[in-house]
């Protein structure tokens, strides 16, 4: 088994080295920026006022795709780009990323059958090398028609009322918070410091550029120096507060906008991700996901406190009202509702209404306005995030006098990537743990977590009782809940729960089986029982899509 990844261990050498890079921020982006500069030789630190992927990096709609909407904006560089990233993404993760068909339904009025073509070919041309160097299970093909018969006898829910017909196409599926997570688990491989529940409260100032940045231990109270020849800034909807820590004398231009997700008890569609739209003109997903149904997303500006952000039961009822409006057979209503989360993303763009605003990036070089040492980046999409990486990382270079060096993370696979076809390694893993685990076991094991599921193997033999089930009927055992605390620096209920094994983000889990979870997590990192209670509390806010407080500081 790996070496275990030990918090205190990672904060001591915080504390300890001078670095090449501090990373502010851990979700994608930071995540991405961490391995980029790990695998060009960099000594780099990371971290995350919360855990890693924990705000919108995991409120996202499960999808990593070129944007077919962003075309209607004549963002035609942006979609190509993440077109671009689709395919890097699944040959660099292919057990994360994997292919989804995805229907639009035409109607005389908003998606018409024109439009849709038009959107559809210009799509395919955009994706003209989706499939090069792909596996044979990632290949995507190209899109086609369908007549109103065969989209109804596809996805019997959809409005019939008008129905013209129907596109299909091909996108990509992930899990967010495990994809995002393993490109960190990357970068700590390779060196990195990588430390979450640790914020940067102030950054000193040294002859027009940054001295050492003050991070706090969010769950020891301590105060570190961290001491790094440059800083990139990361950090999402904070971002414009961590550069006015920086000095810089001016406020990073930030929109917000806040977008819900919900997660039904019933699936809506069979096999397709439904494109819907509403009357007022804005589109919306419902995607197959853990044999329920994945709605999303919503836009609305957004002017609260971040660190507040829930999800309202007026934010339910619009898009419930949306829902009903677009596929009024789902009959959907409140009671269906199983899980609700709430993200904000941060945009570029403020003279435009925050639906139609791009989900471009910008890297603020803040060497030319006289501040020498930070970079910030702004904006962007989750599928773009790993070529945001890569030019941040040069730039990093430039600055450090560094010579250049060729970026790898457009082949070099995350560790639990193994080589060759992904679906010939899982056939042939699961048939090995044959006897030892049950045949949905040991395919979740493999399909989580890749090459890395031989850890888990290990720790089964060490610890045989964690073979047990967190609940009857599905997948998922106590060793991924001790293996998530012992391997990837999970420290708390929500961080097991919602962002290393995805346990518990389809519905509340369950006081027995919470009881369960809570006890192998408690046995190994010391809590008593106030610990315990208070942690099951924060992620029985998190099922409501309520906010996530922080993990109770050590006495």
Request: charged share 25%; net charge positive.
């Amino acid at each position: 088994m790996p070496p275990a990844l030990h918090r205190e261990e990672a904060l001591a050498r915080l504390a300890g080295q001078r670095f090449d890079l501090l990373v502010v921020g851990g979700g994608i982006t930071g995540a991405c920026v961490a391995w980029d500069a790990s695998l060009r030789g960099l000594k780099v630190a990371l971290v995350d006022k919360g855990d890693f992927a924990s705000a919108t990096s995991s409120a996202t709609s499960k999808l990593i795709h070129g944007g077919l909407r962003y075309l209607k904006n004549g963002e035609v560089g942006l979609v190509r780009e993440s077109l671009r990233e689709r395919r890097v993404l699944a040959g660099i993760a292919p057990h994360h990323v994997w292919p989804l068909p995805f229907l639009i339904p035409t109607y005389p009025r908003g998606n018409t059958r024109w439009l849709i073509r038009a959107g559809m070919l210009a799509y395919d041309l955009l994706g003209f090398d989706r499939n090069r160097g792909q596996d044979a299970e990632h290949l995507l093909p190209g899109h086609r028609t369908l007549t109103p018969a065969e989209v109804l006898a596809a996805e019997p829910l959809v409005r019939a009322e008008g129905l013209t017909g129907g596109a299909l196409y091909h996108d990509c599926l992930c899990e967010p918070e495990r994809l995002c997570v393993e490109f960190v688990l990357g970068a700590a491989a390779l060196g990195a410091v990588v430390v979450n529940h640790a914020q940067v409260t102030a950054i000193a100032s040294r002859e027009g550029g940054l001295g050492p940045a003050e991070i706090e231990d969010r769950l020891g109270g301590r105060r570190l120096a961290v001491e790094a020849r440059m800083l990139v800034n990361v950090a999402g909807p904070w971002a414009d507060q961590v550069d006015r820590l920086c000095g810089t004398g001016e406020d990073v231009a930030l929109t917000r906008s806040k977008g819900i997700h919900l997660v039904t008890a019933r699936p809506l569609a069979r096999r397709h991700a439904l494109v819907l739209r509403t009357a007022a003109g804005r589109h919306f997903f419902i995607i197959p996901w853990r044999g329920r149904s994945l709605i999303g997303t919503t836009d609305a500006v957004f002017r609260g406190q971040v660190d507040e952000l829930s999800v309202t039961e007026a934010d339910v009822g619009d898009l419930l009202a949306e829902v009903r409006e677009a596929l009024p057979q789902a009959e959907l209503g409140p009671a269906d509702i199983t899980f609700r989360y709430a993200g904000v993303r941060p945009l570029v763009e403020a003279d435009t209404q925050v639906y139609q605003a791009s989900r471009r990036y910008e890297i603020i070089d803040h060497h030319r306005r006289g501040r020498r040492g930070l970079l910030s980046a702004l904006g962007g999409k989750y599928t773009t995030s790993r070529h945001l990486a890569e030019r941040i990382v040069d730039r990093v270079l430039l600055h450090l006098d560094r010579p250049a060096v060729a970026c790898l993370t457009t082949r070099r696979r995350l560790p639990g990537a193994p080589a060759g076809r992904f679906v010939d390694y899982l056939a042939e893993s699961t048939r090995a743990l044959e006897g030892l685990l049950p045949a949905d076991v040991a395919g979740n094991l493999v399909r989580t977590y890749g090459l890395r599921h031989r850890g888990l193997v290990e720790l089964l033999k060490a610890e045989p009782g964690l073979a047990e089930r967190v609940r009857a009927g599905h997948p998922d055992i106590l060793a991924q809940v001790a293996f998530a605390v012992d391997q990837e620096l999970a420290v708390g209920l929500c961080d097991v729960l919602l962002r290393r094994t995805a346990i518990g983000t389809a519905e509340h889990i369950g006081e027995p089986a919470l009881e369960r979870v809570a006890t192998v997590v408690a046995r190994r990192l010391g809590w008593d029982a106030a610990r315990v209670a208070a942690e099951k509390a924060a992620y029985g806010r998190r099922v409501l899509g309520q906010p996530e407080e922080p993990p109770p500081a050590a006495a």
